[in-house]
């Protein structure tokens, strides 16, 4: 039994925490209010990893850190102020502990994309929060601690809200409210199961031959948000409601006024055009397959009504 530790306890890190204690790992669950899921394996802990002097007996004894936090707000003054900082202080303390570093990644440093993204695509776009995730991702390449960055594009699955197919669609659609999507309707678009990117973290960091590379975290194949409406309203057996769209014009012009707005505006052009994630040669290297997205949508189904028993 070894020991790994996780930072932060949103839907990635609680996934990865819980796949790791249900195959008999022993987890230590870093956060600074000592949250997260409960379960025999996980050892809950009260630490604030972007302190030094907080992480060496966290890690002591870890063979791999899987470092899921995220900004406690979602722009890119936040998130220079305090991302780069808490991967510095990580990945130093990991090395002295002889760990590897895994990290969930986006999908933003690559910037538009002509076409399906894959790997060998360069990863260099800069200013705002595309530019930050640049400069993590040349942090890491700098480090001398191993690390691996397995990028998803937009979540869905158990334990996933803030997010575009989280509760601002399922609960939505399982109620028939109208459901209004940033963007397009109709232009393709992936969506990564969190168990799926859960799993090709925990692989990466078995093997050591994945090290100090960037993955992509097995993917269904793309569809458009009407389609995506249509899967999540047969998992509930609902009918399907009414949709509409909110033009990436508008979200720019709301920007104009609104710091949040324009901070989902600075990606808009994921759901105004094709944004297709490629990780078949990802899912080779890994030996892993993506979930269908009919089994991951029941999951996620059952998870919400769960939650909002309302929404049944």
């Not at 202080?89 to 002889?98: D, H, I, Y």
């Not at 105004?272 to 991951?296: H, K, N, Q």
């Amino acid at each position: 039994m070894s020991v790994h530790v996780v930072t932060g306890a949103g839907p990635v890190g609680s996934t990865v925490a819980l796949q790791l204690a249900e195959a008999g790992e022993q987890v230590r669950l870093l956060t600074r209010s000592g949250s997260g899921p409960e379960h025999a394996g996980i050892e809950r802990r009260r630490v604030d990893v972007s302190r030094p002097d907080h992480l060496d007996e966290a890690l002591a004894g870890a063979v791999a850190v899987h470092h899921c936090i995220h900004g406690s707000r979602y722009d890119a003054r936040t998130w220079r102020a305090e991302l780069p900082l808490a991967e510095k202080v990580v990945l130093e303390a990991a090395g002295r502990a002889g760990a590897v570093v895994v990290f969930p990644e986006s999908l933003y440093s690559y910037g538009p994309v002509d076409g399906p993204i894959t790997e060998d695509l360069p990863r260099a776009a800069s200013g705002g929060k595309l530019g930050v995730r640049t400069d993590l991702l040349a942090q890491r390449d700098a480090s001398p601690t191993p690390t691996v960055s397995v990028a998803a594009s937009d979540f869905y699955g158990p334990l996933v809200r803030n997010a575009h197919a989280g509760e601002r669609m399922v609960p939505t659609v399982l109620a028939g409210r109208t459901m209004r999507v940033a963007g397009s309707l109709h232009q393709p678009h992936s969506f990564t199961f969190v168990p799926d990117l859960a799993a090709a973290m925990v692989r990466a960091a078995a093997r050591e031959d994945l090290w100090n590379s960037f993955l992509h975290a097995p993917t269904a194949p793309a569809l458009t948000q009407q389609q995506l409406v249509e899967m999540v309203a047969a998992a509930g057996g609902v009918p399907v409601p009414r949709t509409s769209s909110i033009p990436g014009a508008l979200m720019t012009a709301v920007g104009l006024v609104s710091r949040d707005m324009r901070e989902l505006a600075e990606t808009s052009y994921m759901f105004t055009a094709p944004f297709v994630l490629d990780s078949s040669r990802s899912e080779e290297r890994l030996g892993l397959a993506p979930t269908p997205l009919a089994d991951g949508l029941a999951a996620t189904v059952a998870w919400w009504r769960a939650q909002v028993p309302a929404a049944a």
